[in-house]
């Protein structure tokens, strides 16, 4: 550890080197605006919630290739990657991907299991981003229902600065040790096409492709060409390949107070699984080969939006969005001749999971003729048909299709009184009505108050709802080791959350950009849906609203700028409280606390344009209960006992040179210098996706990227 604080520090230093005439990340003159949580587009400084900017200068300058990238840099995120499908979810505050909403443009994302909950963050590339915005804590109100642990809202780039624009980006990247720009199976490979044209002074249209092929990582195996000795399984990937390809188009309008969007977004995704066991296949005459039993897997998604935004009459603010999403996901199953390399025969695709979606969302605001005191009202409908086939990516449902469809409609209420120049309110309520669960209530009270000219207190209280997922309400497996039903019953879950933020910004008599800011919060969860035992001979699990979950955080952060130089670093202290259950054994409930700090730092030297980029995250040990079932669980309920997840550090460093008036710019860098890959796991002990039985992949280990980027 004392080598990589100072590896730290070291890298740390260079950004304190002279050279303070111009600003290295282009300040914006105009305020940062921000759009989650508020009325209409706002003023981060008089946001009345608590929102954390990632803007595009940051998003460029870490170099990543997709969402889950950028947010692991964050405080309090954990980009939790499953190396065995690929996906990435956001764990926020604790809490995974089912706790979080995840939206493009205020529109929740199809998943597998709903609409903006389990969000794999590897699907959504980065390259046409112009921010996200994060809020942390339940955003019941204004987002519905599993927006509890927060809301991570990705803002599309919408506004054109020349008539015409096009830029060309290619990038090269290392897997761990892993690379070859032509043999399958090494590195990453990246191509990126940005389309913008000013049709007129109201009309725009953009588009962009992007192709992103993950080649795999083989860790600890050997790839899909090797050919097992013995009882081996070293055949296939630790990181399974994935390649993916998006597209995203819009055409957009303003004049006036009315502007309106349409944009379409299509991926298409396909991930590669290499058996690892073979089987013995003889051809006659003495002769023999080997077999495997590999898959494809397929996805396919579209999101259609049209938003708008106008005037009622002279007055009225009217906003609102209209989605239509559609996510297919397939497999097709091959035998694979591993000696010959050739696919001997091949199964039809067939579906496994197919969600549509039709969402709409409405608000209406400045009804009264008055600066102290605004109000908004609006509604939000969701309409989800959802398949899940007998067998999906990794469990099956004892031979039964499962289909179902669920309606939501929300009208939701919010006031907002500027007291006066100091001090603003803003209460609001939800209502939800489903056609599958009973009406649900949430409630938020967000205060804002200027305690001097330079620094501004926030006190936030919200409340939201989880739906159970589809897994939950209607799994069925049943085979020689599981008995495991979904419950049509189960009830969602309620999230309670309450912070209180505290930031000051100054400048210096020196020229320096000083920012501080202080924060805590609380989160109580109620009913948390789990899986317990319900009959021991025969044994039986069934999901049931048995636990509860309570974690509280504290942090601080540093934002300090000058000319070419930008410095952030924050900390925080996290805590977390489960009482979980078996049916028959009850965990203890007692908080166990662990450390997170960061840091991002960027200079830029004056005459070449020379940009350097440093970026590290160090997540500390976290405690945690976990079930240790007995030999005979029929018999011995076994019992709760404290599980750790070893910490880890990440370093991230970046070298960037621009040309010809910055038309074209060649990027360089190291990705994790600290090359971690696995960590121990004594929480997820045996998991499936584990490395071994007390290890998780985390990460492929150190890798190494140059980029070209040209702009036309």
């Known amino acids: 550890m004392k080598k990589k604080v100072f590896s730290v520090a070291l890298l740390s230093s260079i950004f304190w080197m002279d050279g303070q005439e111009k600003d290295s990340l282009n300040q914006k003159s105009i305020e940062e605006v921000v759009v989650t949580g508020q009325y209409t587009q706002q003023s981060i400084n008089k946001s009345i919630y608590k929102v954390e900017v990632i803007d595009a200068a940051q998003i460029k300058n870490m170099a990543v290739t997709n969402a889950a990238e950028v947010l692991n840099q964050n405080l309090n995120i954990l980009v939790e990657p499953n190396s065995g499908t690929g996906d990435s979810n956001a764990n926020i505050l604790g809490l995974n991907g089912q706790y979080t909403k995840v939206l493009i443009d205020n529109i929740p994302v199809v998943s597998d299991q709903g609409m903006g909950n389990l969000v794999d963050l590897t699907k959504i590339n980065v390259n046409n981003i112009e921010r996200i915005e994060i809020v942390k804590g339940s955003m019941g109100v204004e987002y519905g229902n599993n927006a509890v642990a927060g809301v991570i809202n990705i803002i599309t780039k919408k506004s054109l600065t020349k008539k015409f624009n096009a830029q060309l980006s290619l990038q090269e990247e290392t897997v761990g040790k892993d690379y070859d720009l032509y043999k399958k199976g090494e590195g990453r490979h990246v191509q990126t096409l940005n389309l913008e044209y000013r049709i007129s002074d109201h009309w725009s249209v953009t588009a962009d492709i992007n192709h992103n092929d993950f080649q795999g990582y083989k860790g600890n195996l050997q790839g899909y060409k090797y050919l097992n000795k013995g009882d081996e399984k070293l055949r296939g990937n630790e990181w399974l390949p994935k390649d993916q390809l998006t597209t995203n188009a819009a055409l957009r309008y303003a004049k006036g107070n009315t502007s309106f969007f349409y944009k379409v977004n299509f991926l298409t995704e396909t991930i590669n699984f290499y058996d690892n066991t073979l089987t013995d296949l003889p051809l006659g005459n003495g002769n023999r080969t080997y077999t495997a039993n590999d898959v494809d897997y397929f996805t396919k998604r579209w999101i259609h939006q049209f938003n708008i935004q106008t005037k009622i009459g002279s007055r009225i603010n009217y906003n609102s969005d209209f989605s239509y999403q559609t996510q297919e996901r397939m497999s097709q199953r091959y035998k694979y001749d591993v000696p010959n390399r050739q696919t001997l025969s091949k199964e039809d695709k067939s579906t496994f999971y197919d969600s549509t979606i039709f969402y709409s969302r409405g608000m209406f605001s400045n009804f009264l003729e008055s600066e102290k005191l605004n109000f908004q009202l609006g509604y939000e409908l969701d309409h989800t048909s959802g398949y899940a086939a007998a067998s999906t990516f990794e469990s099956n449902n004892n031979g039964i299709n499962i289909e179902r469809t669920i309606f939501n409609y929300a009208n939701f209420l919010s006031a907002e009184w500027r007291i006066n120049e100091l001090f603003s309110i803003r209460p609001g309520v939800r209502l939800a009505l489903s056609d599958r669960f009973d009406s649900q209530y949430s409630y938020s009270v967000t205060a804002k108050y200027n305690t001097t000219a330079k620094s501004d207190l926030r006190a936030v209280f919200g409340s939201a709802n989880r739906f159970p997922t589809y897994d939950e309400l209607y799994t069925f497996v049943v085979d020689n080791n599981h008995d495991i039903r979904g419950n049509e019953d189960l009830n969602p879950e309620t999230g309670y959350s309450a912070g209180l933020f505290w930031d000051y910004n100054t400048t210096t008599s020196g020229a320096w950009k000083l920012s501080l800011s202080f924060s805590g919060m609380y989160l109580d969860v109620k009913d948390r849906i789990e899986n317990v035992i319900v009959n021991n001979q025969p044994l039986r699990f069934t999901y049931l609203n048995v636990d509860n979950y309570k974690s509280m955080v504290f942090g601080s952060g540093v934002n300090l700028r000058k000319n070419n130089f ?86 991230n460093f970046t070298l960037s040179q621009p040309f010809f008036n910055n038309h074209f710019e060649v990027s360089t860098g190291v990705k994790n210098i600290f090359d971690v890959s696995t960590i121990r796991n004594t929480v997820l002990s045996g998991d499936g996706h584990s490395a071994a039985n007390d290890n998780q992949n985390l990460f492929y280990g150190r890798s190494y990227f140059v980029r070209l980027n040209y702009n036309f």
């Open 566 to 651: 930008s410095l952030n670093t924050g900390i925080s202290v996290m805590g977390i409280s489960q009482s979980l259950s078996t049916g028959t054994v009850v965990s203890p409930n007692n908080y166990n606390y662990y450390p997170e700090a960061n840091l991002g730092a960027n200079y830029t030297l004056d005459k070449t344009k020379t940009l350097f980029a440093l970026y590290y995250k160090y997540t500390g040990k976290r405690r945690q209960y976990t079930h240790k079932a007995s030999i005979n669980p029929a018999v011995d309920p076994g019992e709760y006992v404290l599980g750790e997840i070893d910490g880890f550090s990440m370093l």
